[in-house]
C-alpha cells in the first residue's frame, strides 16, 4: 500500500511495478483499477469478470463478486493495483482476497487506521532527495543551470519538478534562473505551472488541482468545516515544521469557534488525507501545499489571519529561553510567517512578534545573527514607516545593544550617540524613550572601560530623571541603581552597597519585594558584599536570593540561573571548593536543558568549572579569576528604549 500526499508520483510507482510485473510471462492477469470511487471500483471488477469469466451474468455487483470470488479460488498468479483510493469505506466487501498467487497495490492519500493490517505493508512515499531531482531536471532541461536550488525551490515534489520542466521547456527564452524569479515574487501557482491544456501526458491535474479533493474530503470529514480553516493558518507558517501548540492558542480556538480537542482532530484528518504530517507535536506541510492554500485566500482574510497567527506565536513563545529547541522553532515560524503574508504584519506598524524574533535571537546569546535580523528589519521599517517612527527609533536601539552583545563597542557607542539626538529631536529631551537610550549609552560606555565618564552621565540622568518622573518612577530607581554600580566599577565599593541598600529599600516600598529589579539589586548587594571582603556574607544573602529567585522567577529564569553562578563563586572563595564545584556542574547542567550548547553562559560555566576543577585539585584559589570573570555587574540597560529594564 502506497500512502502519501498528492504529487510524490505513488500512481507512477505502481505503474512502473505493474509494467514489470506483466513482463513476467508467469503472470497471467494484471488489473488496474481507478479506484475513485465505490462505484467505479465495482465497475472495474464487473469489466474485469466480463473479460477473464467471459459471462459472469447478474448486475454489475454480482459480477464483481463473482471477479472477487474467482481471485480468492484460482492458482493462476495475478495483480490488482487500486490507484488513488480516496474512501477506505469504497473498499469494504471489495478489497481483493489475499493468496498465495495473488498481489495487491493500492496508491492512497489516506492514511486511515482502517487500511492497516498486519498482511499490508503500507510504504509511505515521499518527495524524490535531492539527487533523485537534480537528475531529473537535468534529464528534462538539458543545457539549463541552477537546477538543484530550482528543485530545493519546489520542495522536490516530483509532479511539481514535471510541471515546472514542462512549463520552462516550452518557453525556449526562459531559464530555470529565470523562472526561480518568478516563483520568488509570489506570484499564483497557476501563473508558473502549465494549465490543464499544457500538462505532461500522464498528468491528469494542476499541481493545485491535485490537491483540492483532498482537501475538501478533509474538511467534511469529523469535525465537519474545520479543516479547510485550520489549513488555511498552516499555509501561512514554516513548512519544515510548527508546533501544534500554535494551533491550539486561545487567540486561534476562539476564532475557530472549537475547542483544542477539535482542532486536534482536525489535524487528524489533515493527517489522513496525507495534506499534513504530525511528529512530536509538531505539524510541517509541503511549501507548495501552503502556496496552493494561500492562493485561494482573499488578501483582506490573510492579512487578518497573519496577525492571528502572529498573536498565537507571542503567546506560546516562552517568557524566557527556557526551551531552546522551541525558541528556534518559533523564529523560524516567524520568519515565514513573515514571508509568506508580507505586508500583512506591517499593518498598521510593525507587529511585536517581528521584535520579539529578534530579541530571542540575542537572549539565545546569538549576537551577531541578532544584529543582522534588526538591520535588515530596520531597513524595511524605514521603508514602510519612514525613519522618524517610533518603532524604527526601537530597532536602532536593538542594532545597539546587539552591536555591543557581539563585541562592537565603538559601533554600539556610535549607533546609541546618533540614536540619542534623533530621539530627543524627534520626541523632545524629556521623553521618555528619549531618556532611556541616554541609559543604555551611559551602560555601553561603562562596559567599554570608561566607568568615571559613566558615573557623570549618570548623575546627569538621574537629575533628569527626578525633575521629569519623580524619585519613586521605576525608570528613577533603575537609574540610581546602574549609578550605584557604575561607582563600584569605578572604584567606590563602599558607597555602590550603601547605595544599592537604598535602591533596594524603595523597590520594596514601592514595588514589593518580588519584584525582579529589588531581586537583580540584592544580587547586586551581595557580590559587591563579597567584593568587598566579606564572602560569607555574600553567600548567606545570595543563599536566599536563590530560594527567591526559584519561587518568584521559576527555576529555569535567567536571572535564577545567574544567582546560582555567583553563590557558586563565592563559596569557592570561602574555601567550599567541593561544595562549589557540585553547584557549578548541577548549573551546568540545567544551563545546558535550557539554553542549548551554544549559549554564552553555558561556554561561561563550562570555564568556571574547568577552573574550580584545578582550584580543587591544587588547592590554590587564586587561580578561580575575579568577580567580574563570573558576571557581577550593576544593573543593566534596558534593550526596549521603551522601558528602563534591568539586566
Known amino acids: 500500500m502506497l500512502s502519501g500526499l498528492g504529487g510524490v508520483g505513488k500512481s507512477q510507482l505502481a505503474a512502473r511495478h505493474a509494467h514489470a510485473v506483466w513482463r513476467d510471462e ?8 481507478a479506484a475513485v470511487t465505490r462505484v467505479a471500483v465495482i465497475s472495474a471488477c464487473a469489466d474485469a469478470a466480463e473479460r477473464v469469466l467471459r459471462d459472469p451474468g447478474g448486475t454489475p455487483e454480482e459480477a464483481a463478486a463473482a471477479f472477487r470470488s474467482w481471485l480468492g479460488s484460482t492458482d493462476r498468479r495475478w495483480l490488482v493495483v487500486l490507484d488513488d483510493v480516496q474512501d477506505p469505506a469504497d473498499l469494504k466487501g471489495w478489497w481483493p482476497p489475499s493468496t498465495p498467487t495473488g498481489q495487491v497495490v493500492v496508491t492512497t492519500r489516506r492514511r486511515d487506521a482502517a487500511l492497516s493490517r498486519d498482511d499490508r505493508l503500507l510504504v509511505e512515499v515521499g518527495v524524490f532527495t535531492e539527487a533523485e531531482s537534480l537528475a531529473y531536471l537535468t534529464a528534462k532541461l538539458p543545457g539549463h543551470d541552477r537546477l538543484a536550488a530550482l528543485a530545493d525551490d519546489l520542495g522536490h515534489l516530483p509532479l511539481a519538478l514535471a510541471q515546472a520542466a514542462a512549463f520552462i521547456a516550452d518557453k525556449p527564452l526562459l531559464t530555470a534562473a529565470d523562472y526561480r524569479e518568478r ?21 491528469r491535474a494542476t499541481v493545485a488541482a491535485t490537491w483540492s479533493l483532498s482537501i475538501d474530503r478533509a474538511d467534511a470529514l469529523r469535525p465537519e468545516g474545520l479543516a479547510r480553516p485550520l489549513l488555511e493558518i498552516i499555509s501561512l507558517l514554516d513548512p519544515a515544521g510548527t508546533p501544534v501548540a500554535v494551533l491550539t492558542a486561545g487567540n486561534v480556538l476562539a476564532h475557530l469557534a472549537v475547542g483544542a480537542d477539535d482542532v486536534g482532530d482536525a489535524l487528524g484528518c489533515l493527517y489522513r488525507l496525507s ?31 497573519a496577525h492571528l497567527a502572529a498573536d498565537a506565536l507571542l503567546l506560546v513563545w516562552p517568557p524566557h529561553a527556557t526551551d531552546s529547541a522551541l525558541t528556534t522553532t518559533l523564529r523560524s515560524v516567524t520568519n515565514a510567517l513573515h514571508a509568506h503574508t508580507s505586508p500583512a504584519l506591517w499593518h498598521p506598524e510593525a507587529h511585536a512578534v517581528l521584535f520579539h524574533a529578534g530579541t530571542s535571537l540575542g537572549e539565545a546569546g546569538l549576537a551577531g545573527d541578532a544584529l543582522g535580523y534588526f538591520e535588515e528589519l530596520r531597513r524595511e521599517a524605514e521603508r514602510r514607516l519612514g525613519p522618524d517612527h517610533l518603532q524604527v527609533l526601537h530597532l536602532r536601539n536593538e542594532i ?49 572601560g570608561d566607568a568615571t565618564g559613566a558615573v557623570e552621565e549618570f548623575e546627569r540622568l538621574l537629575a533628569d530623571h527626578l525633575r521629569v518622573l519623580g524619585p519613586d518612577h521605576p525608570d528613577t530607581i533603575s537609574t540610581r541603581h546602574n549609578l550605584a554600580g557604575r561607582r563600584a566599577e569605578a572604584g567606590d565599593g563602599a558607597r555602590a552597597v550603601e547605595e544599592f541598600d537604598l535602591v533596594l529599600a524603595d523597590y520594596l516600598r514601592v514595588s514589593g519585594p518580588d519584584d525582579p529589579q529589588a531581586l537583580i539589586a540584592r544580587l547586586n548587594i551581595a557580590s559587591w558584599r563579597g567584593a568587598g571582603g566579606d564572602p560569607a556574607r555574600a553567600c548567606a544573602e545570595l543563599e536566599r536570593l536563590v530560594v527567591d529567585c526559584r519561587r518568584v522567577l521559576g527555576p529555569d529564569h535567567p536571572d535564577t540561573l545567574t544567582t546560582r553562578l555567583h553563590l557558586a563563586y563565592w563559596r569557592a572563595r570561602t574555601g567550599e571548593v567541593a561544595t562549589a564545584l557540585v553547584d557549578l556542574r548541577e548549573l551546568l547542567a540545567d544551563q545546558l536543558r535550557v539554553f542549548g550548547p551554544d549559549h554564552p553562559d553555558v561556554a561561561h560555566t563550562r570555564q568556571s568549572v574547568a577552573d574550580l ?27 526596549d528604549p521603551g522601558a528602563a529594564d534591568g539586566a
Do not use: C, F, M
Open 26 to 33: 508467469s503472470v497471467d492477469l494484471v488489473v488496474w483499477i
Open 613 to 639: 576543577s584545578d582550584v580543587a585539585q591544587d588547592r590554590l584559589e587564586g587561580q578561580l579569576g575575579g568577580a567580574d570573570e563570573l558576571g557581577v555587574t550593576a544593573q543593566g540597560r534596558g534593550d
Open 183 to 203: 516563483l520568488a515574487d509570489r506570484r499564483a501557482l497557476a501563473q508558473v505551472l502549465p494549465a490543464e491544456g499544457e500538462l505532461p501526458d500522464e498528468h
Open 275 to 305: 495534506l499534513v504530517t504530525l511528529d512530536a507535536g509538531t505539524i510541517q506541510a509541503h511549501a507548495l501545499l501552503q502556496r496552493a492554500v494561500r492562493d485561494t485566500i482573499d488578501p483582506a482574510r490573510l492579512a487578518s489571519l
Open 400 to 448: 545597539a545593544a546587539s552591536s555591543g552583545r557581539a563585541g562592537h563597542d565603538a559601533d554600539a557607542i556610535a549607533e546609541y550617540e546618533r540614536l540619542v539626538a534623533d530621539a530627543e529631536r524627534i520626541l523632545g529631551p524629556d521623553d521618555r524613550t528619549a531618556l532611556t537610550v541616554r541609559n543604555n549609552l551611559a551602560v555601553k560606555r561603562a562596559e567599554a
